[in-house]
């Protein structure tokens, strides 16, 4: 059941984003141009998602169990360190470049377009990369730890 319901949950969320034009990468560039012609349009998208997710996030957490019975997962994490820092500038920079991000770049490939596959397949090797170089960095990490030893011991 959890599989149908996630499914169902992506379904609509996909359908949001192509209703409210956020898988339009001109629409996107308009709002994000505040010096030049914006378009204001997709704040009221922003903030009435926001609105939603703060309610959902509020009852879910009070409740602490889905409503299938099973373990609410929510995130935990609040430190704002580099790597978060890093992120959102990679991440904000992609997307006042192309007009995409993640979401709304899936979405779109319903519709197509050459380049919406290209940035999804940028946006996948950019993602399997960083998965390489994460894996790469602990495992040096670890070994590593592994060949110190504590002070006082041979």
Known sequence: MPLVTAFIAGLLFGCGLILSGMT???????????AGQWDPSLLFVMVGAILVAALAFRFAGARG???FGTTLQLPGASLIDRRLVLGSLTFGVGWGLV????????????????STLMFVGAMIAGMTLFEVVERLSSSRSERLRRHVTPAGES
């Not at 339009?24 to 505040?34: G, S, T």
């Open 24 to 34: 339009n990468p001109a629409k996107v560039l308009a709002f994000l141009d505040l």
């Open 65 to 67: 169990r889905t409503l």
């Open 99 to 114: 007009g995409y991000c993640p979401g709304p770049a899936l979405a779109a490939l319903a519709v197509g377009g050459r």
